[in-house]
């Protein structure tokens, strides 16, 4: 298949044949049956990555359609369900038989990165299939050159761990113990992993359960309606809302912080949408080549970020193949940073392409729908230290791999939530502190509320969080981070200002001290070393100085804005009468002169002159939230050296996002 074109997703409406309340059954029967097989996942898995909820399943028809996904699935994953499916289909043929259980992880057949291994069973009514269960679990390491198989220097993915591009493990109910070996061996913990690639595969088998229950009790013709007549339902439903929205032509950019192989400029993911007789199609040609480093694309994750960011507006609407016949898609050329096609590297997309094009088309989608609005959130991303753990004679292999909350954009009405999941899967949960310091020589010494991350706004951006950590007995040991948005950084929206970077700090406040930024791979780490990286709160929604100034004095209390901040951001003088007991007071004349001040001054601030702000950033004269909010200037948050072209474009995105809406 081409990956420019829309994949097939048949509009074959079928003849309705179930009476209203045999299909609102069956319709939820589907979704207790997939959301079974989530539940048995959870308990019997092996990797604390999947306890932790990186996981998806899905129910699917014949002919690979999705039927039914679970409700709290990972964001990510739900566009990409029904291509693998499809790929096994095509793959095997006729060669599939009752007791099979296939294995795919490949992202050039419609998956997401190797770290995502679906396994997926046939479902049989005696001879015929009438569907297959399928369930998508992220192993902690598959391989490759570092723990965590997370490797910015990849270009290719052969330095990114095994790909299986499609495999029996089961054989008619046989299990193939060498080819289960051949994938477990290739990764840092074979135990988990098989343990992992059993719990995956019986949960498929709880769904088949589930399934043929349901053809015992209302007969396999009911069943197989249902399952046509559910997309059928779901394609209606999502065309009858956009056929009340008008036709038109929207587009919006964001952007990757940098292209290792090229300049420091950010680099383009381009969006234009269109909505046009009840369809919306999107044309991603527009994006930027593929970048020297694993943060691009395959067609499957982004189909799924198209199909994830428009869902998002749409909250009611369950979710299966019928909602894709109505969301289409132009790729562009195979080679790009959307359409990364083999052996483009892509384990890094999550938080590179994925997330742009998600905050991308919801800032479309704010302009048609604003009473949903959304200003950009924070950026996902993986901190991966691995290597030896000293605490036990054996010294196994460890793999402490981290994700953060942090903050959601502000919206039309209310600030952003603060330390929440990423839009990439908000499904996906915080890992507990205690389960990490128990599995690995790694201790937390902080986890907290970052104040000022939010983005100001008349709605502030959600609030971030800060994480750290001590290694104890840690021996040959390196450090991984996946992550964006050191330089282009969360973005407000209808003029509201933007977050702070990403980006990991070493031993900060020693001697040692380093900035090592949000994507590097295999950093020699050593017990003893510290570390500590914030998440990005979200952007801001409206000018910041039209935000209610008893709303800055609660945000103090609060501790999600400094007084400095108040001040800076919001053009608000705070003073503090006895801080200790929360008291403050609002000095309203203060305020008044202030902002005054503050609209006459912004829009000159960011045309002055940038090499001159970068050397007072240096000399400590500028902090780095007036370089980001007041001047619109990038530097390397290391070293201070200035990024022209990424500081031209990051001004040119605030003359839109902001500058153009301040009255």
């Not at 009858?240 to 038109?248: F, Q």
């Not at 420091?264 to 381009?270: H, I, K, Q, S, T």
């Not at 609002?586 to 008044?592: P, R, V």
Request: net charge negative; hydrophobic share 40%; glycine share 12%.
């Amino acid at each position: 298949m081409s990956t420019t074109e829309q994949p097939p997703h048949p509009v074959v409406h079928h003849e309705r044949t179930l009476d209203p309340v045999t299909f609102e059954v069956l319709k939820n029967a589907f979704a207790t049956s997939v959301d079974l097989m989530s539940e048995q996942i959870l308990r019997t898995c092996y990797s604390f990555v999947i306890y932790c909820r990186d996981f998806s399943s899905a129910l699917c028809d014949a002919q690979g359609n999705t039927v039914m996904q679970g409700s709290q699935d990972i964001a990510v994953h739900v566009g990409t369900l029904h291509f693998q499916c499809k790929a096994v289909i095509e793959y095997f043929g006729d060669d599939i038989n009752p007791g099979d259980v296939f294995a795919i992880n490949d992202p050039y057949r419609g998956g997401t990165h190797f770290n995502d291994i679906s396994f997926i069973r046939p479902i049989f009514v005696g001879a015929e299939i009438i569907g297959f269960a399928q369930n998508k679990g992220h192993w902690a390491d598959v391989g490759g050159t570092v723990p965590g198989s997370f490797d910015v220097t990849a270009k290719e993915h052969f330095g990114e761990g095994l790909r299986i591009p499609a495999l029996k493990v089961w054989d008619r109910g046989v299990f193939r113990h060498d080819v289960a070996q051949l994938i477990v061996q290739n990764t840092r913990s074979p135990f988990v992993g098989l343990g992992d690639l059993h719990a995956q595969s019986e949960a498929t088998a709880v769904c088949e359960r589930e399934l043929l229950r349901l053809v015992d009790r209302y007969g396999k013709d009911t069943i197989v309606a249902a399952m046509a007549e559910v997309q059928d339902y779901v394609e209606d439903l999502v065309r009858s809302k956009v056929s009340d929205l008008p036709d038109g032509t929207w587009e919006a950019v964001d952007h990757l912080d940098a292209d290792p192989g090229s300049t420091e400029a950010l680099v383009p993911v381009r969006v234009k949408m269109t909505i046009e007789g009840g369809t919306v199609t999107y044309d991603l040609s527009g994006s930027a080549p593929a970048v020297a480093t694993f943060l691009n694309s395959g067609y499957g994750a982004t189909y799924s970020a198209l199909y994830a960011g428009t869902k998002t507006f749409f909250p009611d609407v369950p979710l299966n193949s019928g909602f894709y016949r109505v969301v289409l898609g132009d790729l562009g050329p195979e080679g790009s940073v959307v359409n990364a096609g083999w052996p483009i590297a892509v384990t890094g997309f999550c938080s590179g392409a994925y997330e742009k094009l998600m905050n991308a088309i919801i800032e479309i989608w704010s302009r048609i729908m604003p009473e949903r609005a959304m200003a950009c959130s924070f950026n996902l991303e993986y901190l991966l230290v691995g290597g030896r753990d000293g605490r036990s004679e054996e010294r196994p292999y460890f793999m402490w791999y981290d994700w953060m909350a942090g903050g959601w954009g502000g919206r039309r009405s209310k600030d952003g939530s603060n330390a929440t999941s990423p839009v990439f899967g908000p499904g996906l949960a915080v890992q507990p502190l205690e389960g990490q310091e128990r599995l690995c020589p790694v201790i937390t010494t902080t986890h907290t509320i970052n104040p000022d991350s939010g983005g100001p706004g008349m709605y502030r951006g959600g609030c971030g969080v800060e994480k750290g950590g001590l290694l104890t007995d840690a021996e040959k040991t390196v450090m991984s981070y996946c992550c964006d948005r050191a330089r282009s950084i969360t973005w407000g929206i209808e003029g509201g200002l933007p977050s702070v970077p990403h980006g990991v700090w070493l031993n900060k406040g020693t001697e040692d001290e380093r900035f090592l930024g949000s994507v590097f791979s295999n950093v020699a780490v050593e017990s003893g070393d510290t570390f500590t990286r914030p998440s990005a709160g979200g952007g801001g929604y409206g000018d910041p100085l039209r935000r209610d100034p008893a709303l800055v004095v609660e945000d103090v209390i609060d501790g999600y804005v400094s007084l400095e901040r108040a001040a800076k951001d919001y053009g608000v003088v705070i003073r503090p009468v006895r801080p200790e007991l929360d008291e403050y007071e609002l000095d309203q004349e203060a305020t008044d002169t202030l902002r005054t001040e503050i609209a006459a001054s912004r829009a000159g601030w960011l045309v002055q002159d940038a090499g001159e702000l970068a050397k007072a950033y240096r000399a400590g004269e500028v902090d780095m939230l007036d370089m980001i909010r007041r001047y619109g200037v990038i530097v390397d948050w290391g070293t201070g050296e200035l990024l022209h072209e990424t500081t031209e474009q990051f001004r040119a995105t605030l003359r839109d996002r902001a500058l153009a809406h301040w009255a």
